[in-house]
């Protein structure tokens, strides 16, 4: 079973950045896909950016060159730097893990919200 924890969520002026983390731990060594979604209240549950474990990175055309995915392999970490945000940003911001290659399971966080507000 794999365990995804995320934090780092919190009210941020329009503007602004914040960075949020999902810690990943348990049985891990066949999750080869992380990404980051987001949902608002009303809308569907947005792919906003992946990250496979040889580091390639793909991002929605949304949050393109605002937003950066990233890893840390040592601590089991997966990260999301937020910069720009704007008030359409706020949403509940889901980590979300794969084993594309293996078993096909994949796994979600509980959520951190983002409120973007003046």
């Known amino acids: 079973q794999v365990q995804l924890v995320e934090s780092g969520g919190g009210l941020v002026q329009p503007g602004g950045s914040l960075t949020l983390s999902c810690r990943v731990s348990g049985s891990i060594s066949n999750i080869n896909y992380m990404a980051w979604q987001r949902q608002s209240p009303g809308k569907e549950r947005e792919l906003l950016a992946h990250i496979t474990n040889s580091g390639r990175t793909k991002y929605a055309d949304s949050v393109k060159g605002r937003f950066t995915i990233s890893r840390d392999n040592v601590e089991n970490l997966v990260f999301l730097q937020m910069n720009s945000l704007m008030p359409e940003d706020t949403a509940v911001y889901y980590c979300?893990?794969?084993?594309?290659?293996?078993?096909?399971?994949?796994?979600w966080g509980k959520g951190t919200q983002v409120t973007v507000s003046s």
């Open positions: 979300y893990a794969a084993e594309l290659l293996t078993s096909g399971r994949d796994y």
